[in-house]
């Protein structure tokens, strides 16, 4: 069990407070189910446009090169891939929050997650968020979640618009964003390498280990199985 610093705890979402098939199975299915439609339906938009320059940089043509039927089929196999690209993520955001609005989407969140940041915050510990998933879909999922609306615990909501997950540089960011040193700082995350970027900038780390994730072999890291056996100093 880790010792959690008396400042903020920063947390991951896949695998560490939302179950990985959630994210995969649920929410990458309704992403590919309404994304051509979406796409078609606003063109022009900043994120539909983003996403189709990012999509002509890689193929080294001009964005009006790119029609809409090509934007989407690309965007179709980033998410197989599972690309780490911010402007998909911002568009998944955007058919994601039509889902949720809708009633028909709801998000997971383990069990153990809702009581323990509750009774963080309540020990006046500074909660945020760091994920690969823009920040719209970060707030949408924790808004809609399982356990209720649980956004209002968070005081801040980070994406790799900061910085790659497995940099340094990024955490070091998210820290001095929330006025404290990084080594006042708590990262849980089920992925080894992140853990060992957030390490590099001075954060103390615990892995997060949720059915199905693998162990860090080398021990550079606390580990816990959920959120209640992180002890709180």
């Not at 796409?39 to 994120?47: L, Q, Y």
């Amino acid at each position: 069990m880790a010792a959690v610093p008396a400042r903020a705890v920063l947390v991951d979402v896949e695998g560490t407070t939302t179950d990985v098939r959630f994210v995969h199975e649920t929410l990458f299915s309704v992403a590919r189910r309404d994304l051509a439609a979406h796409v078609s339906a606003h063109a022009g938009s900043p994120e539909v446009e983003a996403a189709r320059g990012a999509v002509a940089r890689e193929r080294g043509v001009s964005a009006a090169a790119v029609s809409d039927g090509e934007l989407a089929a690309a965007l179709l196999s980033w998410i197989d891939e599972d690309r780490k690209e911010t402007s998909l993520k911002a568009l998944q955001g955007k058919i994601w929050r039509s889902a949720y609005e809708s009633g028909g989407l709801r998000s997971h969140v383990y069990p153990d997650v809702e009581p323990a940041l509750r009774r963080w915050r309540d020990l006046g510990m500074t909660l945020a968020v760091f994920s690969s998933g823009s920040v719209e879909a970060q707030e949408l999922l924790f808004r809609h979640s399982t356990a209720g609306d649980l956004t209002g615990l968070f005081t801040r909501f980070f994406d790799t618009t900061t910085g790659p997950k497995r940099e340094p540089g990024a955490y070091e960011k998210i820290a001095e964003a929330l006025g404290v040193r990084a080594g006042e700082v708590l990262f849980l995350s089920d992925v080894a390498a992140e853990l060992d970027a957030a390490a590099k900038a001075g954060m103390r780390t615990v892995q997060i280990l949720r059915p199905g994730t693998a162990r860090d072999a080398e021990g550079r890291h606390a580990v816990a199985e959920r959120f209640d056996q992180v002890a709180v100093a």
